[in-house]
T-cell receptor, first 109, second 112 residues
Framework: QQQVKQSPQSLIVQKGGISIINCAYE??????FPWYQQFPGKGPALLIA?????SEKKEGRFTISFNKSAKQFSLHIMDSQPGDSATYFC????????FGAGTRLTVKP | DVKVTQSSRYLVKRTGEKVFLECVQD?????MFWYRQDPGLGLRLIYF???????EKGDIPEGYSVSREKKERFSLILESASTNQTSMYLC???????????FGSGTQLSVL
């Protein structure tokens, strides 16, 4: 049973558009919510992370929105670029990290 | 630069073989993890370790064991490989709990 549910499974966005990926969790003990980006042939790499004491965190074009009461969080990629094409994983942790199923993002030029 | 090194990029084994996947980190990290990655299922935690000689089961430990004799090295062992263990295996390390994970490039294991 997946502890972190991620959607959509795949996403196609035009260059300059906004990419939105959503995740939901059940375990209220989770206290760290990162997003990882993975390119083909590479291991995942940390993109941005949030802790539950804030509702939003922004780093450049990447923003995490966090809704503690709904137990949901999302990644927004503004002005999406072809170089953003990758697989994105949300995760949640309370000592050990659990990952969502992944979203394959394709940004068309 | 930080580095997590997995010994093999590709590995082909026969069913019933004992398989060792090795992982080494050079960051003096306390925590090390083994995940398997399958399409549509994401990364699933197999085993993790918070300290030398310590190990904890993750979500899918059946058919696997681990060894951590030294802080920098965490080995995943498939006692008797089966075809359903064909997968991409990813090792990761972190400095502490709820900290950034550093991943290796993965080992694509095929069990025939």
């Amino acid at each position: 049973q997946q502890q972190v549910k991620q959607s959509p499974q795949s996403l196609i966005v035009q260059k300059g558009g906004i990419s939105i990926i959503n995740c939901a969790y059940e375990n209220t003990a989770f206290d760290y919510f990162p997003w990882y980006q993975q390119f083909p042939g590479k291991g995942p790499a940390l993109l941005i992370a949030i802790r539950p004491d804030v509702s939003e965190k922004k780093e450049g074009r990447f923003t995490i929105s966090f809704n503690k009461s709904a137990k949901q969080f999302s990644l927004h990629i503004m002005d999406s670029q072809p170089g953003d094409s990758a697989t994105y994983f949300c995760a949640a942790s309370s000592n050990d990290m659990r990952f969502g199923a992944g979203t394959r993002l394709t940004v068309k030029p | 630069d930080v580095k997590v090194t997995q010994s093999s990029r590709y590995l082909v084994k026969r069913t019933g073989e004992k398989v060792f996947l090795e992982c080494v980190q050079d960051m003096d990290h306390e925590n090390m993890f083994w995940y398997r990655q399958d399409p549509g299922l994401g990364l699933r935690l197999i085993y993790f370790s918070y300290d030398v000689k310590m190990k904890e089961k993750g979500d899918i430990p059946e058919g696997y064991s681990v060894s951590r004799e030294k802080k920098e090295r965490f080995s995943l062992i498939l006692e008797s490989a089966s075809t359903n263990q064909t997968s991409m295996y990813l090792c990761a390390s972190s400095l502490g709990a709820d900290e950034k994970l550093f991943f290796g490039s993965g080992t694509q294991l095929s069990v025939l």
